[in-house]
């Protein structure tokens, strides 16, 4: 009844954030590839792309507020 009403993507439904965040997790813990994800947690490339997509993000705002914590870079 609920699922027509969610909201699309490019490619699809908004995927579960919870399943895919507990997939990284049983990723990290068991140190398998990326491949090996169980089917429970969806298609393994969906995980880690957007694994890729949030680490990426996290890593540009580092060097952003590492970059203007340097004292030759304050305006």
């Keep these: 009844m609920i699922e027509p009403n969610l909201p699309m993507r490019e490619r699809g439904p908004i995927p579960d954030l919870r399943r895919q965040f507990n997939a990284v997790l049983w990723r990290f813990r068991t140190g398998s590839p990326w491949r090996d994800l169980p ?20 890593v540009l705002m580092l060097r952003a507020a590492t970059h203007w914590c340097l004292p030759n870079n304050r305006p």
Aim: no cysteine; aromatic share 20%.
């Design 39 to 58: 089917i429970e947690y969806g298609p393994w490339s969906t995980v880690y792309d957007r694994f890729r997509s949030g680490a990426m993000t996290v």
